[in-house]
């Protein structure tokens, strides 16, 4: 049996979105930057296909049964691609974060400043506690 028509473009519409898509489109090319620290960009990717196509019997009577090799055929494929960056995955010695590309408002930016924030007031206290002299805790009488 042979193939259908529409098999074909089907065939080559979905090699050309492989070709498109692969998983460097989501995942891209590390970047080391200077102070060592890996960058890596992370994107979206969405992507939609149709296809259709029909056989007319316009050579045909209606009583005629006639194969569907012997009708005309008419159809069409499609496909569409969307890559949408997302952000950075950044790597460093002792932390991985992932800034955004966008904010959607600023509580966004606020949740993700917090385990920072966190990070620097526990360093903060760690440091001042021991530089400080310690004091003696017996009360001493003005007298």
């Not at 090319?29 to 890596?40: H, M, W, Y």
């Not at 196509?53 to 090799?69: D, F, I, L, P």
């Not at 002792?94 to 526990?122: F, G, N, W």
């Amino acid at each position: 049996m042979d193939k259908h028509p529409i098999e074909s473009l089907m065939t080559t519409t979905m090699e050309s979105i492989r070709d498109m898509v692969d998983v460097n489109t989501v995942i891209g090319e590390p970047v080391v930057s200077s102070d060592g620290s890996t960058v890596i960009p992370v994107s979206r990717v969405s992507f939609g296909f149709v296809a259709g196509g029909g056989e007319y019997n316009t050579a045909h009577t209606k009583t005629e049964t006639a194969r569907s090799s012997d009708l005309p055929f008419g159809g069409g494929t499609g496909a569409g691609v969307t890559v949408q960056p997302m952000g950075f995955l950044v790597v460093g010695k002792d932390s991985v974060r992932m800034l955004p590309a966008q904010y959607a408002d600023t509580t966004d930016r606020l949740v993700e400043l917090v385990p920072q924030l966190l990070s620097e007031i526990k360093s903060y206290m760690k440091d001042n506690k021991t530089k400080k002299p310690k004091q003696d805790l017996a009360p001493t009488n003005p007298s």
